[in-house]
Structures are given as C-alpha cells and as structure tokens.
C-alpha cells in the first residue's frame, strides 16, 4: 500500500478537516518522491553550531567575520521568487531568516527548496551571516539540508493556534504555534527551581513518598483506584503524602519536602486537574504561625527569582508580594461581611452548638446566607460555606486566612484557647487558594479518634471521608512525633499567578481531556 493511502477518511461534512486531509495526502506523495530519489527524510543526527538566539546576541561579530555557522529548526514560513527565496527557520530559543539562491546554495538543498519543501519541515541551513536589504539578520545557506519531513501543516497558515480546547489536546502544536506558551513552561520549570533552591538553602531535605498506597489520606478527597494483580489488592493513587511525610518526622528527620504529583477523582474547571503538582513541607519543632512567616518569605522570593520583581499583575489586578501578607481570622472575615464585631467581640464562634442558636446570631444576614442557613444542618459547615462562596473570591490581595474550625481539620493541632479552633491557614491570592498549612497533630488517641469520625462520615455517605483508619500512621505516632508544622501549596496555581493565566490548563503540559469524538 503507498504512503499516501493510509490516511483515514476526514469526516463527512467537515470542510476544514476535508481540507486538511487533502493537504496530509499531498504531503505523503511528496515525501514518496523524495524518498524514490533518495531523500533520507528523517536524518539520525544533526549538530547545529548555534541557535537564533545566540547569533542575534553576537551578529555585529559574526557578520564581520564570516565566520560560518549552522542552525536547525522549523521552517514557520516561505518567501520564493524566480530563483531565490527567504526561509524563516524558528528553533527554541528565537527564529532568524535564511537565504536559498541557485548558484549559493548546494544543488541538492535547493532542489530540495524548490520541489519539496514545505512550512513545518524542519531543515538545517549553513553559511555566513548577512544583513538583507530590509536590514534583516539572515544565514546565506551555502548548504540546504532536510532533517525532518513535515506531514502535516502548521495550524492556522502558521499564525498561531486560537482554538482553546485543540491547544490542550494538541501541546505539541500549541508549543509549536504559540510562543508565549513555550514561555509559560519555561517559567514553570524556573518555579519549580527556585522553590527547590529556597527549601535547600534552608536545610530542607527532598524526598519520595509513595503514589501508590493502601490507605488514602492527608487530605478530603475521593481518590482513583487501581488493582496490584500479583499482592491482589487494591491501591489508591495518592490524594497527599502527608502521612507519609510525618512519619520521615518519627523517624528523625526534621525538615523534609517533596514536588510531586497528587490525584483526587474530582470534577474538572479553571482550578482544578485531576492529576496536579504538590510542594508539601514538614518541620519540626515549629507551629503554623513559623510556617506562615516562612510561607510568605518563600512566595516572595520565588515571585523575585523567576520575574524579577514582587509585583505582578494577575487577571486585571496588580499585586504586590513585596509588602506584608494581611492575616485574617476566618470568623471575623465572616463577621466583617455580616457587619458584625470582629475580634474579642465577636458573636460568632465555632462550636455555637446547633444551627438554630446559629442562626440566631445570623438574623438579618440576607437572601443568600439565609438560603446557605436554611440548607446545612451543621453550624460550622454553614459558616465555611458562607466564607468559601461570600469571601473567597473578594480575596485579591496576598491574605492568610487562619484558625478554622477543628471539626474541618482532622490532622490540625487545636488552639490552646479554643479547642473548637484549629491552628490552620491557608493563603489566598488573586482569589486563588495557594497554600494551606497547620500544627500538626500528634496525639496518637486523639488522632485515631478523628480518623474514626472520618470513617463514621464515610459511612453515612460523605465520599471525601477516609474510609479505613491507617493504623500504621497512629503506630508511628505511638512512637512520638515531634511539635512539627506543615505547608502545602499549589504549583499550578502558583505558576497561574506568576505568569497571569486564567486556567489551570494553561500552566499543565497535558491537562486531562474528554476523548476525542
């Protein structure tokens, strides 16, 4: 069967891809014939002197001297007229103009340029640096070389990939078409170093906690099941290594961290992936308000290695991480948007009891709280609500919202003042929760008491509750874990803030799809 005979058919009706289809089958035939005259279309090697980049960065020197030198990439677009024309040839770091002229450049390239080439080849060009008339940088190609044959056209005649979902399924073409995405992850890349650097230079020690384990937790989260065929047992894709991060605690290491992946079996949206990156610390000896203080210094400095600055600008706002992080108490945010009393005077109080004595407080707090009232039948799990839906997206500027409610904080040390308060915070920025950390708890009896309430909830049919008490963990504890603080944030939506993206798709590489149709 030839080449071009393997396509599938386009599907009926689609012009575009009909259209696409037609320019694939061409693309098949032309490679055959340059096969039949012994093209080699997919080289084994290549050894580019420079890239685009460096020869922008040195051009007066370069062009003065002659000096030869050869470059490698995609050809992003063609310029052909009589018996000369212009190749613009991008690699990953820039893209810089090629000449082909008869009589220059070696027969065999430009036969190649002339009969068999096409936008989205990727070629390799050799010669001496020049300014074009117009000015332009351009490499004469003395030597024209096919690397890579191109069977499929470049998106959108080459002027950038738009369609959202086509961009996500296909990375490859969006890196390809789209600059600013290729900068996207370089920026991630520059994160993820510079979180590392900032834990290291501080004595933290990088570790690998298991993805895969027979009880889930560390987190309220409905997990992915798989199946071990040879032990015949189930495994959980793991929600968090938290629990497995405080045991490296008991065993006497002080401060540990680990970037790695978490998976929740949850629903998908602007802020959430299924499959997710995690930095997750552990240090002993320290409470929430050390780990706050640490929080805050790190997103900023990270902020400064990777932009340069601390102040940026996210989805209209300007932020400034630069200056202190407000810190709030959850209930008195609460109470602010209800226009009562914060502080000391404050009427509301976790553990108020029941709803009605909550609702009491509550009276003239409006339609929608009402409504949030007239729902829950849990005091606490109403006032987070009123918090998640009224407060949450108000939070634009770096705030720590701290000391929630101990019944929502199963793994949280409670407050010495209150023992219906959890020592906990998270960190919100540009209305993203970024961070979220507590005092550890390490009573092993009134851990085990909290992983039994946990299964209790999981049986009356909350599918976030664990369901099985990890008993190796209170063993662990039995052993003695150290006063200890950990901290969990975001790399994704970290890296949303950092370079103003919108989704959280914009910031992974391959974010989960439905199929294709």
Partial sequence: MAESERIEPSPAGETAAADEHRLVRER?????????????????????????????????????????????????????????????????????????????????????????LDAGDIVGASGKLFYSKTGELTVEAAQLRLLTKAIRPLPEKWHGLKDVELRYRQRYVDLLANPDVRETFRARSRTIAALRRFLDERGYMEVETPMMQPIYGGAAARPFITHHNTLDMDLYLRIAPELYLKRLLVGGLERVYEINRNFRNEGLSTRHNPEFTMLELYTAWWDYTDTMDLTETLIRETARSVLGATELAYQGHRLDLGQPFRRVRILDAVAELLGLAAGDANPLRWGLGDMERLRAALGGAGDEIAGILREESDPDEALMRVFEERIEPELIEPTFVIDYPKSKCPLAKSSPADPHTAERFELFIGALETANAYSELNDPREQLEQFECQVRQRAGGDEEAMNEIDRDYIRALEYGMPPASGLGIGIDRLIMLLTDSASIRDVILFPLMRPER
């Fill in 28 to 116: 098949y035939d032309k490679a055959a014939r340059l096969r039949a005259t012994g093209w080699d279309l997919y080289v084994k090697k290549h050894e580019p002197t420079h890239h685009a980049a460096d020869l922008r960065a040195r051009q007066q020197e370069l062009v003065a001297s002659g000096e030869p030198v050869s470059i490698a990439g995609r050809v992003m677009s063609v310029r052909a007229f009589g018996k000369a024309g212009f190749l613009l040839i991008r690699d990953e770091t820039d893209q810089i103009q090629a000449y082909v002229k008869k009589d220059v450049t070696d027969e065999r390239g430009y036969d190649y340029f002339r009969h068999g």
